[in-house]
RNA sequence: GGCCCCAUCGUCUAGUCAGGCCUAGGACACUGGAUUUUCAUUCCAGCAACGGGGGUUCGAAUCCCCCUGGGGUCACCA
């Protein structure tokens, strides 16, 4: 039975990186029918768990991602908590002490540094010293009875030579002479992260250590802690690491300041500027960047897309598949074809594959994803069925434009009242008040609109060609400007479906409204400038 | 610096283990065109890579060596 674990430690955060390693442990799990164990390593954290681990349990239910044992479920392997495993830890240690594997070193930490120290500034390997291992038993035994501080150091072999067969890298061997005693159990008897996790991992039987590249180093330590434990070695996969988008470095949260500004990174902070705010969250929160999975939760990313982005980084299923279904990894995942090398996270591709499994949702999925956001945003009165039944018709009308749940914000002018209408300055001014006729033929076109019956999207197409044609007019000098005052936007959906959706009292008062504001700005500026007058080919 | 890992289009990758089917395939991005009376979609086309040098071989992206480059890690953190 394989069993596959994830361990985070509590950091009231879920990464990026952290969940793509977290997937593939998944995938791994339920590819081959076995477990999948969610592990708190709150192994000296001061943290406050209440706070902490709540977001990461969220990313994992937000995407789907189930535990068979850990944190909630429980299961015949815990407690799940590190915090919680302090005697098995002590009685390790006390093991390895009792069979003269480890030993207790009283050399004072500044000494030791001060030797690390040396070494490096000489250029050579530093290894401990092992004065400690020259102390007689009674001289411990005084030391013990004195109170000395000391911490229990593992006794590598030095003889060794530490070899694993990495189930992405291959052989990767090791010379344990090099490597220095770790430090297993510090002053006050607390375990470190090597001992610690080597013990879990061995009594919660993981078959499959699978973690990210980072923790390559901490293996030789580890392979030679299950030995001298006498548990049995696991397998090991060491994932390439997701690093930052064109570059060959590790994605990290402090570097978030500096992702702000980068180009590739642009769409995403955007959207998140665009809709964190209107939901009453804060974008200048680190734990809601794009380094974070809560940000694409936030911003209204479907859990499919954001799956199918981490499960591309690092790994293929051939030479053509792009698009997987949670189910469909499922089937196919496999460690052997996980690459070696580390990959760049890609927004671009990410708002691929967000705008792929956004296409195939059904009208109602679309709808109450958005509504969510509507009403988040304030922008949703539920008494006011009206609004309440436009939804709908609106999500239908944007289509492929709805790339993420957030992006309904920014059809809002189908929500607010006809007073509230935002306008893009830029395009108001190019659109309505610089063309000199602008005005006056929206002023005819609204006497049109007010006769307009029925008030539906072919009758409004059908004025609308007759007007151009009896004015003598390209398309192109009234259907932005109106577009504009309707909507306040420059660009957007089908005109005159947008208008049949508005209602044609709607439009008039809006009509009214900008065509008032076209006046007065028309009156303030003395110098009118016609040059910036549109050569309209919209 | 020591140890370890990695190296194909701008990016994610296929091909490497079992050398020839590779004048290196796909996807994203980008560019151009068609459709769409805006935007978005859709369709077509284009751009674009085996880090360098030595071997081995009839033949190397693929095997070997060296170099270069990039990265990770070196705690009484996890």
Request: aromatic letters at 0%; glycine letters at 0%.
């Given at each position: 039975m394989i069993r596959t674990r994830f361990a985070p430690s509590p950091t009231g955060y879920m990464h990026i990186g952290g969940m793509r390693t977290a997937l593939f442990c998944w995938l791994w799990a339920r590819r081959q029918g076995g477990c999948f164990v969610l592990r708190i390593d709150d192994t000296d954290e001061k943290r406050n768990l209440r706070d902490a681990l709540p977001p990461i349990l969220d990313a994992f239910r937000w995407l789907g991602l189930d535990w068979d044992e850990g944190p909630d479920v429980g299961g015949p392997h815990g407690p799940y908590f590190q915090s919680e495993r302090g005697e098995r830890y002590r009685a390790a240690v006390q093991q390895l002490l009792e069979s003269g594997k480890a030993y207790r070193d009283f050399e004072p930490a500044e000494e030791t540094a001060r030797q690390r120290q040396e070494a490096e500034r000489a250029r050579r390997p530093w290894i401990s010293s092992r004065l400690s291992c020259e102390l007689s038993e009674r001289e411990i035994e005084e030391k013990l009875a004195a109170g000395e501080p000391h911490v229990v150091r593992f006794l590598i072999p030095r003889e060794r030579t530490v070899q694993v067969t990495d189930l992405v890298r291959g052989e990767v061997r090791w010379d344990a002479a090099l490597m220095p005693d770790p430090v297993i159990a510090r002053a006050d008897g607390s375990p470190l992260y090597n001992l610690a996790t080597v013990v879990d991992d061995a009594q919660m039987n993981i078959t499959h250590v699978i973690?990210?590249?980072?923790?390559l180093s901490n293996t030789p330590v580890q392979v030679l802690l299950y030995e001298a434990l006498g548990y049995p070695v696991p397998q090991f996969a060491h994932l390439p690491f997701v690093a930052a988008p064109s570059s060959k470095r590790k994605l990290s949260k402090r570097d978030i300041g500096r992702y702000r500004g980068q180009k590739e990174f642009r769409k995403l902070f955007e959207l998140g500027d665009a809709v964190l705010p209107r939901t009453g969250h804060d974008p200048s929160d680190d734990r809601l960047s794009p380094v974070m999975v809560a940000f694409y939760r936030d911003v209204g990313f479907l859990p499919a897309g954001l799956l199918n982005a981490l499960v591309r980084l690092g790994w293929s299923l051939d030479d053509e598949t792009e698009y997987l279904s949670l189910q469909e990894m499922v089937n196919s995942f496999h460690l052997d074809r996980v690459v070696k090398g580390a990959a760049g996270f890609d927004p671009d591709k990410l708002l691929n594959y967000q705008a792929h499994w956004m296409s195939r949702l059904s009208e109602e999925q679309r709808i109450s994803g958005c509504r969510r956001f509507l009403l988040a945003a304030g922008l949703l009165d539920e008494d006011d069925a009206a609004i309440a039944e436009r939804i709908g018709p609106v999500v239908n009308l944007l289509g492929d434009r709805l790339r993420v749940f957030g992006d309904i914000l920014s059809a809002d002018e189908f929500f607010v009242a006809d007073d509230a209408v935002t306008y893009d300055e830029k395009a108001f001014q190019k659109r309505v008040v610089a063309p000199d006729q602008a005005v006056d033929l929206l002023r005819s076109l609204k006497q049109r609109l007010e006769a307009c019956a029925p008030f539906d999207a072919p009758t409004l197409q059908r004025l609308l060609e007759t007007f151009v044609q009896e004015n003598g007019i390209r398309f192109g000098m009234i259907a932005p400007a109106l577009r504009v005052c309707l909507t306040g936007r420059p660009q957007g959906p089908d005109l005159t479906e947008s208008m049949a959706l508005l209602g044609r009292d709607s439009c008039l008062t809006r009509l009214d409204r900008a065509l008032g504001r076209a006046e007065s700005i028309r009156a303030d500026s003395s110098v009118p400038d016609r040059t910036a007058a549109a050569e309209g080919d919209c």
């Open positions: 973690r990210a590249e980072e923790h």
